[in-house]
């Protein structure tokens, strides 16, 4: 399989560029952030997937290895194909995503073309798990932006309460918070605070 490509571009066009690497032009399907960073005549490094099909063999492009692995963990989710991948990368930078995943966030999701409610949600129940951890300790950027959620959950659940109890935790905590999120510590103490009275 082709894992990165490096080369000249020779053309740039709406939705894909074609690299010269060793007199072959690879074409690759980009999206637009992608190709706003090419220059036709200039030597690029584009990461690559490659899809296989019965009919057609495709060559995706990426900025760098971080969007190409989130696009095909996208591609496991039920019903998302690399038309899908690469539309919602078209649309959010990884890091929107992956918040937008760990933290159940529908309205960012639905904002992609192609995904409706009940296909964000199925997303975020098949992927969510899978983002790993959204904000080191201390990042308060990545707390406002919804990665608490992620971390909390993941604690509770480390802690020995089911998924149901945990998500329903963290949506209480989510009804309590107005402005500024505490530290996540302080979140999981009254996440735990929360279960106990329910058991």
Not at 180 to 193: G, N
């Amino acid at each position: 399989m082709i894992a990165s490509v490096r080369g000249v571009v020779t053309a740039i066009a709406a939705d894909s560029a074609v690299i010269e690497v060793g007199g072959v032009g690879l074409q690759l399907q980009c999206a637009p952030g992608t190709l706003a960073g090419l220059k036709s005549g200039t030597e690029a490094r584009l990461a690559a997937s490659m899809v296989v099909r019965e009919d057609s063999l495709t060559l995706y492009g990426f900025a760098d290895d971080d969007e190409k692995h989130l696009f095909e963990l996208l591609q496991t989710a039920s019903g998302v194909g690399p038309r899908l991948a690469q539309a919602v990368l078209a649309v959010h930078s990884p890091e929107t995503v992956r918040r937008a995943l760990a933290g159940g966030d529908l309205a960012t999701l639905t904002r992609v073309p192609g995904i409706g409610k009940k296909g964000a949600e199925r997303m975020v129940l098949e992927l969510r798990d899978k983002i790993g951890p959204m904000a080191m300790a201390g990042d308060t950027t990545g707390m406002l932006n919804g990665a608490w959620q992620e971390q909390v959950r993941q604690g509770v659940l480390a802690l020995g309460w089911s998924a149901a109890q945990a998500d329903q935790a963290v949506a209480a905590l989510a009804e309590t918070i107005d402005g500024e999120v505490p530290p996540v510590p302080q979140l999981l103490r009254q996440a735990i605070r929360l279960l106990g009275k329910t058991r």
